[in-house]
C-alpha cells in the first residue's frame, strides 16, 4: 500500500469542529514541552510589547494569550502582513484565467499610464510585483502614500523604472498597490469582495476591516484589520497547501509558488523619512529570501509580516504557526530572531514529558487592566475648566479645552478637520471611540472613529498625564499637560513609529490665570 506523504497527510485535515472552532489541546499532547514553550512566549514578552500570540502545530492551537486591552475578538491592524492576503487574491485570480503571472501591468492599468510609458515599464509583469522586482529605485511606504491626496496608482506608475524588471528586489508598498489595482481591474471586484467568497468564508476569517484608497481600491501594501486567530487560519491554511476542512481554497501548487525564495538575499529598506532606501553595507540589518509576498527563511519557513511586529509565521518542518500583534518600534530590531530562539525552537524539540501546564491561570493575568498609577482622583491636585487658544503649530490644532471632574478629565481638541474629545477617568480605564488627530506619531493613519481605552492621572501639582491606548492599532499614546499660570504645554508621545515618537510641544493660552484653582 502506497502511503501518504506527509504534505498531504496535513491537507486532510479537518481544521475546525462542526461548529466551526479552531481545534484546541496543550502542548503535550502535541510533543511539546509546555513550560519550556510559555517561559518562551515570556522571555518574549519581557523583551517586546506584545498584544497576542497563538501558537498552533499539528492542526491544534496549543497555546494563544493576549495583553490587555488586546482580546480574542478584537481586530488588529496587520500593516505589511497585508501583503501577503494580496499575493493570494493574484493566486486565485490566476487560477480563474483573470491574470497570468506574466500578464504586463501596463495592458490592466492602460487608464493610469504616464504620458510617456518607458520600455521598461512596459516589461513589468505581475510576477515582478509578486516578488518586489518592479525595477524601482527605492521603495514607498504606505506612511509616505497615506498622506497623498493624489491618485496613488498614477503616482506609482510615474516612479522611475530603473533596474530590468525582474532582476534588482525593492521592497515597496507599492507593488503591492498595484497588485491590488491590476486583481480589482481585472476582476471587477475590489480585493476585499474577491477574497470575501473564496477567502474569507471558507476558512472563517469573518470579514476583515480593509482601508481604501482614493479611488476606492484596497490598499495593497497595508490597511487590513483581523483578529489573531483569523491570521492564524491564514497560516494554518498555508501549512495545509491551501486546503480546508478536506476542499481546496488555495490553488493546488500555490502555496509551494508563494513561499518558494524567488529573492535570495532581501531586505525591507532602511526609512529616511520618505523612502525605504537600501542599506549600506555596514548597517546591521536582517536578511532572508522573499517569495510571493511573504519571506521565505532558508529552513523552508516562511512568513506574513507586518511593521510593529504583526507577524504570521509558518514553518513546515515542524507542523507549526506562530502568530503575533505587536507594538514595537521599527527601530528595535530582532523580533524575528526573537520568535526562532524563544519560541520555534520549542516546537521543534520534541517534549521532556512535564506535566501540564495551567495556561488559565498564566493567560489570566495578561487580560487584566493595570492598575492605577499613583495620583487618583483622591489625590487630585484641583479643578481644570478652561479653553486654551493655541500658539501657531504644525499639528492643525487652534484650541484645547480641558475639563475635569472627580471622575476624570476630558481633553477636547479644535482641529483643523474638527472638534475631537477624549474622556479619560482618573480609576480604571474607560473605552470610547475618537478621531483625534495624530497621524504623524502613527505612521501616517489618520484615526477615524478608532476605539480608544484611557486613563489619567496627577503626575504633578499642575501636571495631568494621560494614557491613550488605542487597541486594535500598533499605538499607545502618552500625553502630558502642564499648567503654568494661564498657560498649557501639551507633550505628546507614543510607543511605536516609523519617524518620530514625539511632537512638537504644543503651547497654548487661557484668558484668565488658572493657578488658583492648582496647588501650585
Given amino acids: 500500500m502506497v502511503q501518504p506523504t506527509r504534505a498531504a497527510a496535513i491537507s486532510e485535515r479537518r481544521s475546525t469542529d462542526e461548529t466551526g472552532q479552531l481545534a484546541r489541546c496543550?502542548?503535550?499532547?502535541?510533543?511539546?514541552?509546555?513550560?519550556?514553550?510559555?517561559?518562551?512566549?515570556?522571555?518574549?514578552?519581557?523583551?517586546?510589547?506584545?498584544?497576542?500570540?497563538?501558537?498552533?502545530?499539528?492542526?491544534?492551537v496549543i497555546c494563544e494569550k493576549w495583553w490587555w486591552p488586546a482580546g480574542p475578538a478584537r481586530p488588529h491592524g496587520l500593516h505589511s502582513a497585508t501583503k501577503s492576503f494580496v499575493a493570494t487574491a493574484v493566486g486565485l485570480a490566476v487560477a480563474e484565467g483573470v491574470l497570468r503571472l506574466d500578464t504586463r501591468i501596463v495592458d490592466v492599468l492602460n487608464h493610469h499610464?504616464?504620458?510617456?510609458?518607458?520600455?521598461?515599464?512596459?516589461?513589468v509583469t505581475v510576477a515582478d510585483l509578486l516578488t518586489m522586482r518592479g525595477g524601482n529605485a527605492a521603495g514607498i511606504s504606505g506612511a509616505t502614500t497615506?498622506?497623498?491626496?493624489?491618485?496613488?496608482?498614477?503616482?506609482?506608475?510615474?516612479?522611475?523604472?530603473?533596474?530590468?524588471?525582474?532582476?534588482?528586489f525593492t521592497y515597496s508598498s507599492a507593488s503591492s498597490h498595484l497588485l491590488s489595482?491590476?486583481?480589482?481591474?481585472?476582476?471587477?471586484?475590489?480585493?476585499?469582495?474577491?477574497?470575501?467568497?473564496?477567502?474569507?468564508?471558507p476558512v472563517g476569517l469573518g470579514l476583515p476591516a480593509w482601508d481604501e484608497d482614493r479611488e476606492g481600491i484596497c490598499t495593497g501594501g497595508n490597511g487590513l484589520r483581523t483578529t489573531t486567530e483569523s491570521l492564524l487560519r491564514f497560516g494554518l491554511l498555508h501549512l495545509a497547501d491551501g486546503v480546508w476542512n478536506g476542499q481546496r481554497v488555495l490553488p493546488e501548487g500555490w502555496v509551494a509558488q508563494a513561499s518558494h525564495p524567488h529573492v535570495r538575499d532581501a531586505h525591507a529598506g532602511v526609512w529616511d523619512g520618505e523612502r525605504l532606501v537600501k542599506p549600506t553595507s555596514g548597517e546591521d540589518t536582517e536578511r532572508s529570501g522573499y517569495g510571493y509576498q511573504f519571506w521565505v527563511d532558508p529552513d523552508g519557513s516562511y512568513s506574513a509580516q507586518g511593521v510593529f511586529g504583526q507577524i504570521c509565521l509558518v514553518d513546515p518542518a515542524s507542523d507549526c504557526v506562530v502568530v503575533t500583534t505587536a507594538g514595537i518600534d521599527s527601530r528595535k530590531n530582532g523580533f524575528n530572531d526573537a520568535i526562532r530562539h524563544d519560541v520555534l525552537s520549542v516546537l521543534r524539540e520534541p517534549g521532556r514529558g512535564r506535566p501540564r501546564v495551567d495556561?488559565?491561570?498564566?493567560?489570566?493575568?495578561?487580560?487584566?487592566?493595570?492598575?492605577?498609577?499613583?495620583?487618583?482622583?483622591?489625590?487630585?491636585?484641583?479643578?481644570?475648566?478652561?479653553?486654551?487658544?493655541?500658539?501657531?503649530?504644525?499639528?492643525g490644532v487652534h484650541a484645547v479645552t480641558v475639563t475635569t471632574s472627580a471622575e476624570g478629565v476630558v481633553v477636547a481638541v479644535d482641529h483643523e478637520r474638527g472638534e475631537q474629545a477624549i474622556y479619560s477617568p482618573w480609576s480604571g480605564w474607560a473605552e470610547s471611540r475618537t478621531s483625534m488627530y495624530g497621524e504623524?506619531?502613527?505612521?501616517?493613519?489618520?484615526?477615524?472613529?478608532?476605539?480608544?481605552?484611557?486613563?489619567?492621572?496627577?503626575?504633578?501639582?499642575?501636571?495631568?498625564?494621560?494614557?491613550?491606548w488605542f487597541p486594535e492599532t500598533a499605538f499607545r499614546?502618552?500625553?502630558?499637560?502642564?499648567?503654568?499660570?494661564?498657560?498649557?504645554?501639551?507633550?505628546?508621545?507614543?510607543?511605536?513609529?516609523?519617524?518620530?515618537?514625539?511632537?512638537?510641544?504644543?503651547?497654548?493660552?487661557?484668558?484668565?490665570r488658572l493657578t488658583s484653582d492648582l496647588h501650585t
Fill in 440 to 468: 504623524d506619531l502613527h505612521h501616517s493613519y489618520q484615526f477615524t472613529d478608532e476605539p480608544v481605552v484611557a486613563h489619567a492621572r496627577w503626575a504633578g501639582p499642575t501636571e495631568i498625564e494621560l494614557s491613550w
Fill in 477 to 512: 499614546d502618552t500625553v502630558r499637560l502642564a499648567f503654568h499660570g494661564n498657560r498649557l504645554a501639551v507633550d505628546r508621545s507614543t510607543n511605536a513609529n516609523s519617524g518620530s515618537l514625539s511632537l512638537p510641544t504644543l503651547v497654548a493660552h487661557h484668558g484668565d
Fill in 26 to 60: 496543550g502542548p503535550e499532547e502535541v510533543g511539546v514541552d509546555a513550560a519550556a514553550l510559555l517561559s518562551g512566549i515570556d522571555t518574549l514578552a519581557g523583551r517586546f510589547d506584545l498584544h497576542s500570540i497563538m501558537v498552533a502545530k499539528a492542526g491544534r
Fill in 113 to 123: 499610464l504616464p504620458a510617456q510609458v518607458s520600455e521598461r515599464l512596459a516589461r
Fill in 146 to 168: 497615506r498622506k497623498s491626496v493624489d491618485s496613488l496608482i498614477r503616482a506609482f506608475l510615474a516612479e522611475p523604472v530603473v533596474h530590468e524588471p525582474g532582476t534588482v
Fill in 181 to 201: 489595482a491590476v486583481v480589482q481591474q481585472a476582476s471587477g471586484d475590489k480585493v476585499s469582495a474577491y477574497l470575501r467568497p473564496r477567502l474569507f468564508e
Fill in 359 to 395: 495556561q488559565e491561570t498564566w493567560q489570566l493575568e495578561a487580560a487584566r487592566p493595570p492598575a492605577d498609577r499613583p495620583g487618583r482622583h483622591s489625590e487630585q491636585q484641583g479643578i481644570v475648566d478652561g479653553r486654551f487658544v493655541a500658539e501657531p503649530n504644525d499639528q
